[in-house]
Every structure is written in structure tokens, then in C-alpha cells.
């Protein structure tokens, strides 16, 4: 796997923050401010983020729509062995108006996440997806984020008008990974990456800060994979441990070790869309106001029902589970004008 420090090579093109003038790259420059000066680092990834993206915040709607996972991810509150789950699944029908009803509130941008559930099939997925266009008029763009599936699958749904694909790697550190996931392979979630990209998915990749057993040059490292993978979308959020996970006894996350790492990423991937996570938020009242002030530029409002929310609880502790979306709108708004940014809800598509 490549991406140890000492294995980097900097040969891609230039990031557009200032040189040290000595012959160090960009991507030198940003990974010694990543170790060595946090502050200047945030401060750069601000500026570059509001130089290419200027003050628009793009806003997607989020549809959890089903809890039932078949993976045993030892991080995550909905994995299969967490027994206590009340387990839900959205119709295909619910789906689709819950998408139209944000339609008609602006939304022209959605993300529909789930569980590993297998009751999804491509056919059913492709049917959702048809759905939402038709009743959004074709002028919506829709990510889905279902974890690995058969490249047969991406092909249809592609062709069925999913836009984007949301699979983080989650650490770029392959035996943390394998621990993490029952055994599975890195490789085959990068090669599923890859697959996406071939497919013409815009794609997004990213990863949790604060796993247990992670270094600072893991986070690093994940940086690089991120810009290797030619991200079009990265999505960091910190590690909260849920307690019935076979991590429940891991550290108090530290929104200090995702703003770093989200700054790093920001500088090596000026145009990527980086979301102010739900996460961000849940550690910390000010976490999305503070994840774009130093590199995001995308939040995603939760538009599933209140009652779903709550039993979509990957971590403990997630924030909004009883509002309706309704009251998101000037909420957020209000978070993004506080530190000089403002909503835009149009499709925010992949810069090229
Ligand atoms: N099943 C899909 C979607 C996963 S949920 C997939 O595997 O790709 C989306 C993301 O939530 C995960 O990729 C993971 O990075 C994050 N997540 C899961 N459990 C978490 C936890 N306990 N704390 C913080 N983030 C978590």
C-alpha cells in the first residue's frame, strides 16, 4: 500500500498555496504545517477553500433510508451485531416524496445513505433513482452512499442517473482497516473507488479521525490516498465511540485531530467538496461552523423523518434527531453567515 510519509512523492500538480521558496512542493509544504504548525495550516486550507469556492456553502439533503446493515463494522452503532437497534427501511414510494417535498423547498442536491441492505437491490435502487429525477423534474443531482457493491451494479445504477458515489476508506492504514471491518480488505474498497471513477461516478471518498490505534502520519497518509484517489468529494468527520460496539471503550473524540486533518486534505485537494460534518457537530455545538472555517465548503441536512433519525444513530449523541428539516434552513443559514459564508442550494457539481 503506498502512502507511508516517507514514501510520498510529490509529482502531481502543484496546490495553489505558496511555495517555501527553497524547492519544497506544495503538498511538502502543507504536510510540514500538518506537523508542525496546525494554526498556519487551518489558515491556509481557509484561504484556499474561500479562493476557489468563495463563500458558497452547497447544501444536500440526507436520506437515511434504511438501518439494516449485513456488515459488523466494529465502529458503527447500526452494525448488525448491535441487537438493540429498532431496525426501519423506507419504501422506494417514501423515498422519492421525500426528495420531491425538498424539491419544493429548493434542495436540488440529495445523498441517500443507508445500511448494507441487501433488500436494496440494484433494480429497486435504479427505480428510486429514476423516481427522484422524474418528480425533481431532472434538476436534481443524487449521490447514493451503500458501501461496496459488484461493478455489474454501479454500471446499472449509473446508467439508471445516480450521479455520485459516497465511500470512505475510512483510514488508509490496511491492517487498522481490516481490524476495523471484520477482515475485509483495503484494497478492495480502493478498487471499488476506482471502479466509480472508470464508471464516471462523481466520487467521494474520506475517512474518521481518532480510530483507535491511528498516528498523526495515518491521518497524513489518509490526506494522500484522498488526493491519489483524485477525490471529487472527501467527507471527515471524528471517531465516536457508540457503546454497544466493540469500541465503546475508546477515547473522547478530539475535534482539534479533524480540523487538522481536514485542513490537510483541503490543501492537497483545493477543488474537492468537503462536507462540515454531522459528526463535527455532535462533538462540539460550533464543530461545522469551525470545520468551514478551515477547508469545508458543504453541509448536509438530515431531511428523512424525526422518528428515523433517531434510530439512524451510527454514534451517540447525533444532533437534530427531533427537528424537521423545515426548521434546518435558517438555522443553517444562520451558522454559515457567522463565519462569512452563505447557503446555496443549487446542484454544486464536481469542479473538473
Ligand atoms: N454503509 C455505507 C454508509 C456508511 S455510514 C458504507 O459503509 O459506506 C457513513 C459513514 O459514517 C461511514 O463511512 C463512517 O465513516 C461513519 N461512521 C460510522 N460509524 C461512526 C462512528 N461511530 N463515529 C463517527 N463516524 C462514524
Redesign the pocket.
Known sequence: MKGGLEEIAPQGPACPIVSDGEGATAVDVALRLFFEDPGELQSRADQACRRVHGQRVYVRGLIEYTNH?A?DCA???IRRGNREVRRYRMSAEEIVATAARAYGLGYRSFVL????DPSFTDDVLARIVEGIKRECHYEVAVAL???VRGQAGYRRLREAGIDRYL??F?TSDPRLYSRLKNGESLSRRLDALRALKELGYETGSGF?TGLPGEGLSTLADNAVLARELGCDMVGI??????PKTPLAGAGAPDLGRTLRALALTRLLLPKAHMPATT?AGSVDGQGREKMLSCGANVVMPNIGLPERKADYQ??PGKICVNEDYGQCGSCLAARVASIGKRLDYSVGGALA
Do not use: T, V
Not at 237 to 242: K, L, N
Open positions: 446493515c456488515m465502529y458503527c452503532g445513505q443507508g445500511g448494507e452512499s451503500a458501501g465511500l470512505r475510512e474518521m468527520g471524528p471517531f465516536i465511540p457508540h459528526a451510527l454514534y
